[in-house]
């Protein structure tokens, strides 16, 4: 179940809608609302960063998550699902999310001595908006780390029935 919209339409749910759509549309769509795939791409250390992060961006700091975008961003990469290309100055995506999830841990210990998924909200909020305020962050451009982190999140966001209807 995809439960109920709480924002702009409420008490709507959109997998009443799949038997307006082919089989494989509807399959698509019912299976995106099912539990999330056994994460196996990120450690365990970077999965807890990269759901910190996501959350942050898609503004899923509450429980419960209405769309899994840290499992769905494990599964795509895992899959070597890309956008079938990179900025040339940057690593491929596997390897920049490993990197850029390794360089918010650092900048989290600097700034608070915690782990980023376990510095405060407000720390991760700073550290996320410097990033995105900067020229440079840790030897690589920051809009191409703000462009590979906010492609993932929203191309998971809103693949997810949750996001059609808030």
């Known amino acids: 179940m995809t439960g109920r919209a709480s924002g702009r339409f409420p008490g709507f749910d959109v997998l009443t809608q799949a038997k307006h759509c082919d089989t494989v549309t509807a399959g698509l769509i019912t299976a995106r609302t099912g539990p999330p795939a056994e994460p196996c791409f990120f450690t365990e250390a970077e999965r807890a960063c990269a759901a910190a992060l ?23 990469l895992a899959a070597g ?24 841990d650092k900048d989290a210990h600097a700034r608070c001595g915690t782990a980023f998924a376990d510095a405060s909200r407000e720390d991760q909020a700073a550290i996320i908006q410097a990033v995105q305020d900067g020229q440079e962050w840790r030897g690589l451009s920051a809009a191409r780390v703000w462009s590979l982190w906010t ?3 929203c191309t998971a966001m809103y693949s997810h029935p949750h996001a059609w209807f808030r």
């Open 81 to 104: 699902e890309t956008d079938g290309w990179h900025y040339a100055d940057m690593p491929e995506d596997g390897q920049a999310w490993r990197d850029t999830l390794g360089y918010l």
């Open 151 to 153: 492609r993932y999140a």
């Open 54 to 76: 996501l959350n942050q961006l898609t503004g899923q700091c509450g429980e419960p998550l209405e769309v899994p975008v840290a499992e769905m961003v494990d599964a795509r």
